[in-house]
Every structure is written in C-alpha cells, then in structure tokens.
C-alpha cells in the first residue's frame, strides 16, 4: 500500500502522517512538501516514509522518478491556506493551490487512485457569499467544483473534507502565517496584551489536530464525495477565547477577507462514526500551565 500525503511536512500533514503510520503498518507513505510553511523539525524517524521535496504541480513528474508501482489513494493537503494573507500572496495562491490541484487531480484520475482533499470551510459562511470574501476563499471553492466535474467526466474517486480553525501542538506561533491561537499563545507567554481583530464577536469553530486527523482517515475510509466538516460544531467568539488565555487584551482593526462567522456542521462525518473528543477550555488550561 502506498499514500502521497502533499504537504506532509506541514503542521496537520505531518499529524495525518503519524496516525497513518499506526492504522496502516505495512503502508508505505510519501511526503510531497514544498516547505513554504512546512518543516524539517515534522519529519517523522520511520523508514516508512519518504520525504521528497517538490511542488504539487510536478507530483506526475516526481512520481515518474520514484521505485513505486502504484499508489492507492493521495491525500491532498499542500495547499496555501490562508485568507487575509492571499490579497499579497495572489500569484502564489494561483499556483499552489490552482494548478497544483489541477494536477493532483489528473494524477489521481490517471492512476485510478482515491482523492481525499482539504477544502476550505470559508465557503460555507454568509450561506455561501463568503466564496468570494478572499482569493484563497474564491480558488479553494472552484476547485471542490473542478473535483466533481472531473469526477463526472472521467470517474474519479474523492472524498472532500473541511477544516475549521484547526490547532494543537505545533501549529504556527509567529510571523505572518501564525493561527490566532498561537499568536495568542505567544502573546501571552510574553506577558503582552492579546490583540484581537474587530469586533471580537466574530466566532470561528475550533478543533484540535487530533480529531481533525482521525476525522480525515474516517472519512477516507467510509466517506464518499463532498460535504465532510470536520468541525466541534461549537463556535466561540475570538474575544471569548482572548478571556479564556487572560482579561489582557487589546482590539485592533479589521482585515480584509475575514469572514463573520464560522460553524460546522458536522452531522455528515458524525454518521460515519467520527465525533470529536478534544476540549479547546481544556487545552488552553494545559498551556497556562506549562508557562512558567
């Protein structure tokens, strides 16, 4: 059994990795990362995985140069995904995520293997407008249509699933591309105030890495076609989760893109068994306390 997990080397793909590793041992997993973001420090010690670096553009030209016969199902997860940051980062979301994509899908469609992929769960906000709110939004969206139309014209076999605000060890705590909840952790741990976009109401549906991943192999596994939110299901506002770290805080301006809202519904994935199992409270507990 062989798997290509793109962006292997990145914060959920190198989780994804290891879980795959324990349900499958005799499977062989490749790792197809560009290192934008992702990095060597997620690389996992096991000789069961293969770390090649590349673009998902090339994965039909990477493939041709490696000792593997076949492949059985790719998990595509190498993908820019942010959405304030994608009006300065057009270009680079055009091509990771547009034409890489394109060619995830001709490589699956050629090789007769599953397509498990990560959407965006920025299309579902302001029932459905919030597509359009960004560039990553907008491409992210256009490609879940590509996906089913490639489908219909050429019988691919996918499972489409959506992540919401996802964190956990090892997410990102600094520079541009940091997730809130980790900003906010460093925020903290230096003693500084937490700075919260306007208004604060907005809520986002947090979930931890772990469940994120188990609810990803769950749907790779029993799941068929689109529509999989891998979300709690329950929201909190971005100035609830401030208080939940410390009542030092400071609201800055809005930013373009952001949507007002996010929620997953989670009723498709739970009827396949998964359910998430991680406390957000719980976790941001168990932080406080490792401060020193």
């Known amino acids: 059994m062989v798997i290509i997990v793109t962006g292997g080397a990145g914060f959920i793909g190198s989780n994804l990795i290891k879980q795959l590793l324990e349900r499958y041992p005799n499977a062989q997993i490749v790792s197809i990362d560009n290192y934008f973001i992702g990095s060597e420090q997620n690389h996992i ?34 993908e820019y995904s942010r959405i304030v940051q994608s009006f300065a980062d057009i270009d680079m979301v055009w091509d990771y995520n547009m034409r890489g994509t394109k060619e995830v899908v001709k490589f699956c469609g050629a090789h007769s293997c599953r397509l498990i992929y990560a959407g965006s769960s920025s299309k579902f906000g302001n029932e459905g407008a919030d597509e359009n709110l960004s560039p990553y939004a907008w491409i992210k969206a256009k490609n879940i249509e590509y996906i089913k139309n490639f489908s219909n014209w050429f019988g691919l076999d996918y499972v489409i699933t959506y992540f919401y605000n996802v964190y956990g060890a090892g997410h990102l705590k600094m520079g541009d591309y ?85 929620q997953a519904d989670n009723a498709k994935v739970r009827a396949l068994g998964w359910e998430p199992k991680h406390s957000l409270a719980d976790y941001i507990a168990s932080f406080k306390e490792s401060v020193v």
């Open 45 to 78: 010690d096991n000789s069961r995985v293969d770390y090649r670096v590349g673009h998902s553009m090339d994965i039909n030209e990477m493939w041709a140069e490696m000792p593997y016969e076949q492949v059985d199902a790719v998990f595509h997860l190498g």
């Open 178 to 262: 940091a997730t809130v909840i980790g900003i906010f952790e460093t925020q903290y741990a230096k003693g500084e105030p937490l700075t919260v976009v306007a208004p604060g109401t907005q809520s986002r549906d947090f979930t931890h890495v772990e469940d994120i991943v188990s609810g990803i192999i769950t749907c790779y596994e029993k799941g068929k076609g689109d529509g999989y939110c891998l979300g709690t299901g329950q929201p909190e506002q971005i100035i609830e989760l401030a208080r939940m770290f410390t009542d030092n805080y400071v609201l800055i301006p809005e930013r373009q893109g952001e949507r007002y809202a996010g």
